[in-house]
Nanobody, 115 residues
Framework: VQLQASGGGLVQAGGSLRLSCVASGRALSNYGMGWFRQAPGKERESVAAISESGDNIYYDDSVKGRFTISRDNTKNTVYLQMNSLKPEDTAVYYC?????????WGQGTQVTVSS
C-alpha cells in the first residue's frame, strides 16, 4: 500500500489544521492506521492510531482533547483533525499503516505552529 499525506501548513497558536492520508494500491480497511510526528532534534513519536474498523482509537496524552483521528474506508482516507494547536505541535507528521507492524509510511507533511 502507498500512502500520501497532505494538509500541513503554517498556522498560529490556537488554530486548526486537518491532515489527510490517502492510500492506494490496497484497501485501507485492511490496516490499522496511525499518525506520528517528528520534531527537529527529537525522536519520532506516536500521536494517534485507529483500528481497521474505527472502533478502537488511541491518543498520546499530549494531544488528547485537541486532536481527532478518523477514517473513511470508502475513500481510502484517514484524517487527523488538529485543534487548539500549540507551538510544541510543530513537526513533520507522518501517516502509517499497520499489518502487524508499522510497515508502510507516507512521505510526511510539515506542520508549523507560530506563537
Amino acid at each position: 500500500v502507498q500512502l500520501q499525506a497532505s494538509g500541513g501548513g503554517l498556522v498560529q497558536a490556537g488554530g486548526s489544521l486537518r491532515l489527510s492520508c490517502v492510500a492506494s494500491g490496497r484497501a485501507l480497511s485492511n490496516y490499522g492506521m496511525g499518525w506520528f510526528r517528528q520534531a527537529p532534534g527529537k525522536e519520532r513519536e506516536s500521536v494517534a492510531a485507529i483500528s481497521e474498523s474505527g472502533d478502537n482509537i488511541y491518543y498520546d496524552d499530549s494531544v488528547k482533547g485537541r486532536f481527532t483521528i478518523s477514517r473513511d474506508n470508502t475513500k481510502n482516507t484517514v484524517y487527523l483533525q488538529m485543534n487548539s494547536l500549540k507551538p510544541e505541535d510543530t513537526a513533520v507528521y507522518y501517516c502509517a499503516a499497520n499489518s502487524g507492524a508499522w510497515d508502510y509510511w507516507g512521505q510526511g507533511t510539515q506542520v508549523t505552529v507560530s506563537s
